[in-house]
Nanobody, 118 residues
Framework: QVQLVESGGGLAQAGGSMRLSCAAS????????MGWFRQAPGKQRELVAA???????NYADSVKGGFTLRRDNAKNTVYLQMNSLKPEETAVYYC????????????WGQGTQVTVSS
């Protein structure tokens, strides 16, 4: 089992920055990838960014250049640095992990609200 604990959400102004953290515990060696989904009201969930155990990253087109995903293997923690925030990026952000080489993410955090004001 893998447990994911998120922190860092809250309120930011447009153009500001925020960093989300996700600490993984349990059988972390089984995690092939970790990342972040987000879901805004009335919209489908969107994979924002992901990073594999080999440190390969993938970003949604909408956040390329503004968001950066990093992993601290010693702390079993991933960080999502969000710069140049826009109001439309307001959403609940979920830390995710998967224990398969490919496929769906089978572990989810509780979600953290990110609100960007104009």
């Amino acid at each position: 089992q893998v447990q994911l604990v998120e922190s860092g959400g809250g309120l930011a102004q447009a153009g500001g920055s925020m960093r989300l953290s996700c600490a993984a515990s349990g059988r972390t060696r089984s995690s092939y990838a970790m990342g972040w989904f987000r879901q805004a009201p009335g919209k489908q969930r969107e994979l924002v960014a992901a990073i594999t155990s080999g440190c390969r990253t993938n970003y949604a087109d909408s956040v390329k250049g503004g968001f950066t995903l990093r992993r601290d293997n010693a702390k079993n923690t991933v960080y999502l640095q969000m710069n140049s925030l826009k109001p439309e990026e307001t959403a609940v952000y979920y830390c995710v992990a998967r224990t398969m080489p490919s496929g769906s993410y089978n572990y989810w955090g509780q979600g953290t609200q990110v609100t960007v004001s104009s």
